[in-house]
């Protein structure tokens, strides 16, 4: 049974809460007031909410954090069902806060006189929330935790899903309402996505060379606690002359944090290069550590 560490999760709470409050203020504030959309379960829901109050002529207005919060409940229950625990709870969390923001009768933003500088500012405010939570092993919910499942059984990327998805919003908007709604709402998601790369990466998957003096342990740790295999390489360190021995790995970005962890346990000297890989051609294992 793993020891909790009050320290560390207390961080990755705070980290949570304060990467959700981000991304709800980016909404609320700078997205939402000029009818621009997001990414995810949150975009899909305000066109739904924005198109029923406008061709109704405002008889019908939804709330949009209370529709949000229902929208995401199916995929909660999913991400708890298929996905790590930690993951879902972190998630949950992270629902329940934005939500929240987009609770609140906000119509009017803090940049009421420039589309292009609100976008922009949004888009950033959103990206470093989805990084924050990226970085911390949580998810604003949504269609995240639907295409990191889809993901998992098809192998494709969950960018793939994620550009896919966002197009039909961003053009169901243009449609709907103008072409310069969805400029302006491309305009946002692309730096958005840049300031998340930024914070988190942009790669899906990690390759560990882990240069130790305790090869076979190393070896032994990483292939039986871990889900993925190791294959190792004899070496001479170049200085000291002593035989070492690199262990080499492929991972999934989100494992890199607990690899460390048992690297760092088994031998605290190793020299680890850690770097980003583009595709996996091959038999490799994709799955959520809890």
Do not use: W
Request: hydrophobic share 50%; aromatic share 10%.
């Amino acid at each position: 049974m793993k020891k909790f560490n009050f320290k560390k999760e207390s961080k990755t709470i705070f980290n949570v809460i304060l990467g959700s409050a981000t991304i709800g203020v980016g909404i609320m504030f700078f997205i939402n007031p000029y009818k621009f959309y997001v990414g995810g379960i949150n975009g899909l829901v305000m066109l739904i909410v924005n198109t029923l109050e406008h061709f109704t002529g405002g008889n019908i207005a939804l709330n949009l954090g209370a529709v949000a919060f229902v929208f995401q409940i199916p995929l909660m229950i999913l991400g708890y069902l298929k996905l790590s625990r930690k993951f879902s709870y972190y998630s949950i969390l992270s629902v329940v806060i934005i939500s929240s923001f987009l609770a609140l009768p906000i119509t009017l933003g803090l940049m009421p006189s420039d589309a292009l500088a609100s976008s922009l500012a949004g888009g950033i405010l959103i990206g470093l929330g989805n990084g924050l939570l990226l970085r911390n092993g949580a998810s604003s919910g949504g269609t995240t935790i639907l295409f990191q499942y889809i993901s998992i059984k098809t192998g494709k990327t969950v960018g793939l899903y994620q550009i896919i998805y966002n197009a039909i919003i961003i053009s169901a908007a243009g449609i709907l309402f103008s072409p310069a709604v969805a400029i302006y709402t491309i305009i946002s998601q692309i730096i958005s996505s840049i300031v998340i790369d930024m914070i988190h990466t942009g790669y899906n998957f990690m390759k560990l060379e882990v240069v130790t003096d305790k090869g076979n342990e190393m070896a032994d740790g990483l292939a039986h606690s871990m889900p993925h295999p190791v294959t190792c390489v004899e070496a001479t360190g170049a200085y000291s002359k002593m035989a070492k021995m690199i262990v080499y790995c492929v991972i999934s970005v989100h494992e890199m944090d607990l690899y460390m962890q048992m690297i760092k346990a088994i031998d605290p000297n190793a020299f680890v290069v850690m770097t980003g890989v583009q595709k996996v051609k091959g038999h490799f294992i994709k799955k959520i550590i809890d």
